[in-house]
């Protein structure tokens, strides 16, 4: 999905671009109702992580600029729902080999607060083959490297 470090730190919170920047420049799609389904989680969520840990100074701060900086987040926020982030569909659009259709499931610990995403190819689609394609450029460009 892209390299991350390439990213400023605040674009690199899933949050900040879902909810100032939509899609634009990200290798993920999603259709209107899993974006929703996917914001109104992800906002559930933060404000289970923001009781757990009521004093961390940048989690504030995240929360304070996504509601100033976006209508659709405050609306959220306000609502006051909380729950963990559990699954969601995405499309990743890669420039090698083109739309892959994953499904993704978030482990969670509940001692430490480590997540661990799980992508794995939507059923009914070519999402494998895509996978498999990808594994293959991908060994071929390392050994173009050395």
Known sequence: MGDPTALEERRRSTLWRIFTEGEAGDRVRHTREE???LAA????????????????PELSTLVDDLYRASDEFAGLWDSG?????????????????????????TLT???????????????????RGRLDLLAAVGTQAMAART
């Open 35 to 37: 974006r929703d389904v």
């Open 41 to 56: 989680s992800l906002v559930a969520d933060l404000r289970g992580s923001t009781s757990r840990y009521p004093n961390d």
């Open 81 to 105: 729902v909380v729950a963990g982030h559990h699954q969601s569909h995405k499309t990743v659009v890669h420039p090698d080999v083109g739309d892959i259709e994953l499904d993704c499931d």
């Open 109 to 127: 610990t509940a001692e430490d607060d480590l997540r661990l995403l799980v992508f794995t190819p939507t059923p009914g689609t070519d999402a």
